[in-house]
């Protein structure tokens, strides 16, 4: 039975780690040196899509075919009716192509964090070199350990869904829109309450206030919000002005309106930020805070080891579902 699962799954596992061998070798000939990173953008962005895509991949070109094709063509009852057990012939397919799933996730992973290591600590550093801190949305997810979790969970969806549905594209279109629907409720729903966030009232200063969100109105820009300095490297929940009570301010007071310069006489002469900046600080006298919520870069490793316990549960939940619906296969 072993043989026959791995038969099954030679060639698509041969086909990603042989890509991961070359991925290695690229990544290793190029990997950035402190300094200026503009000519990595392709490679850093090349290295995200791979490692958020590759579970994906997995759950829906190794999970769903090494079920469904059999199901489908009727061959797994030619299995059951000699001394494999259902649950045997689950448990081999699973124990075969779940880690051989995980392990590639997982090097792939370690392989583009560790090539891109610089460039992540320089955006720690400094958010102006345009290049998010790995703790934010888009960069955990393609770092670290979490990736690992992505592919046993997307691996073993795919075997449930081709369980339920027994037709193989169409149990490969499923998995991948769960996947992707899991993947994008995560980041939203769930990572920013797994550790209560830090929060700070933040006085507003000429010095604190970073930015000025406006609106264009029947009289020219209307301010509606302000940012302020935010800490390096983190990932910002919140950031928005408050009222004496709490309450978030949006869009500001009329009291500010005439903050923002009217149409300069020489449109190439740049407005005066300070001043402008010091006038919205009016609103401090008037009671309003600017609330600032968190996630710091300290927490990154913490959140990866979260991320990753949650999704292996998911795993086994998912997997146990599996195990109880074989049952009822005919």
């Known amino acids: 039975m072993t043989w026959l699962t791995w038969r099954q799954l030679r060639f698509p596992v041969a086909s990603v780690y042989a890509a991961l061998a070359l991925a290695g070798v690229v990544l290793a000939v190029g990997r950035p040196v402190h300094g200026d990173f503009g000519d990595q953008e392709f490679r850093y962005l090349g290295s995200l899509l791979a490692v958020q895509l590759l579970p994906a991949v997995l759950g ?11 199901l489908e063509a009727g061959t797994h009852t030619l299995v059951w009716n000699q001394s494999v057990t259902r649950s045997r012939w689950l448990a081999v397919k699973l124990g075969v192509g779940a880690p051989a799933a995980v392990v590639a996730a997982g090097l792939l992973s370690l392989l583009v964090t560790w090539w891109a290591d610089p460039i992540d600590t320089a955006a720690g550093l400094d958010t102006e070199r345009g290049f998010e801190p790995r703790v934010t949305p888009v960069v955990f997810a ?29 149990a490969m279109a499923v998995t991948l829109v769960v996947y992707v629907a899991v993947q994008l409720v995560v980041p ?19 010095r604190t206030i970073a930015g000025i969100q406006t609106k264009t109105g029947p009289n020219g820009e209307v301010p509606q919000a302000l940012r302020v300095v935010e800490p390096a490297g983190a990932w910002v929940l919140a950031n928005e002005t408050a009222d004496a009570d709490g309450v978030a301010a949006h869009p500001l007071p009329a009291s500010v309106d005439d903050c923002l310069p009217s149409s300069p006489a020489d449109p190439l002469t740049p407005p005066d930020l300070d001043r402008i900046r010091g006038c919205f600080a009016r609103l401090d006298d008037l009671g309003y805070r600017q609330h600032l919520a968190y996630q710091p870069a300290s927490r990154f490793w913490p959140l990866q080891w979260v991320e990753l316990a949650l999704y292996l549960a998911l795993s086994a939940l998912v997997t146990w579902f599996c195990f109880r619906r074989l049952r009822h296969l005919s």
């Open 60 to 70: 829906v070109f190794w999970g769903v075919p090494m079920i469904a094709r059999e």
């Open 142 to 170: 393609a770092r670290g350990i979490a990736p690992v979790g992505y592919a046993a969970f997307a691996f073993v969806l795919g075997v449930a869904v081709a369980i339920l549905l027994r037709r193989t594209v169409t």
């Open 188 to 206: 939203v729903a769930v990572r920013p309450h797994v550790l209560p966030p830090v929060e700070e009232s933040v006085t507003l200063t000429a």
